[in-house]
């Protein structure tokens, strides 16, 4: 069975901190894909970040990185020098080689930058 | 130019009352997808159409009907309108078994049922 596991409901972090929100995994799938999206409060949903289980390096964009860990199988979001308007939803979410057209979504983690 | 464009943006209606939303994608994907967000956030998956086939059916009211009349299309019609239909309804499209393809959405549909 595929499973997404976000275990920070709400996260706080101080503008211009880094701030690492968690994403652990469960499949079965020998490839699969890994995903963040974040959702500010105006609701649209935004595709920030990419992870393939068989990349070697880890994935960047910007001020975001994918810290994934296979072994642990962990795609941790970080997020560098926090902005205020990084406050949002942010959601992990998985693509697996078998089973190609359904995506799994963790349940989300609401991150709130401090000024 | 959206690439996933819904409509409307919101609805609300009263109970008993059937509505649709429309989607569309011009981004040349397979497979489009209608996905459920409650109150506190979680989305759910409700169905996933691949070149106009039905391929995901998740456990919903058979008062929710999608239909796709092409690849691009993707809408959603909804009978005998209920209080719990109350929702952000989000459309979606992704290249169909490609791993590395993302979901991309619109900017959904809130559904507020009185």
């Known amino acids: 069975a595929q499973k997404i596991t976000q275990t920070q409901p709400g996260m706080f972090v101080q503008e211009k901190e880094a701030v690492t929100l968690d994403c652990t995994y469960d499949t079965s799938d020998p490839s699969y894909g890994l995903f963040w999206y974040k959702q500010p409060s105006s609701g649209e949903m935004i595709f920030l970040i990419y992870q393939g289980s068989y990349d070697q390096q880890n994935a960047t964009e910007g001020r975001y990185s994918l810290n994934f860990q296979k072994a642990r199988k962990s795609a941790n979001l970080v997020i560098s020098a926090s902005q205020l308007g990084d406050s949002a939803m942010y959601f992990c979410a998985m693509r697996g080689l078998n089973t190609g057209n359904q995506f799994y979504f963790g349940t989300g983690t609401s991150l709130t930058v401090i000024p | 130019d959206t690439a996933v464009s819904q409509t409307p943006k919101y609805l609300v209606t009263q109970m008993g009352n059937d509505k649709s939303i429309k989607c569309e994608q011009n981004?040349?994907?397979?497979?489009m997808y209608w996905y459920k967000q409650d109150s506190k956030k979680f989305l759910k998956i409700m169905f996933s159409y691949n070149n106009k086939e039905l391929i995901i059916n998740e456990t919903v009211p058979n008062r929710f009907s999608p239909k796709s009349p092409d690849k691009a299309h993707l809408n959603l019609h909804i009978n005998s309108l209920e209080l719990g239909d109350s929702a952000v309804y989000f459309c979606?499209?992704?290249?169909?078994?490609?791993?590395?393809?993302?979901?991309?959405f619109g900017n959904g549909t809130r559904l507020t049922v009185t």
């Open positions: 981004l040349g994907h397979d497979t």
């Open positions: 979606a499209s992704s290249q169909g078994g490609t791993i590395g393809s993302p979901l991309h």
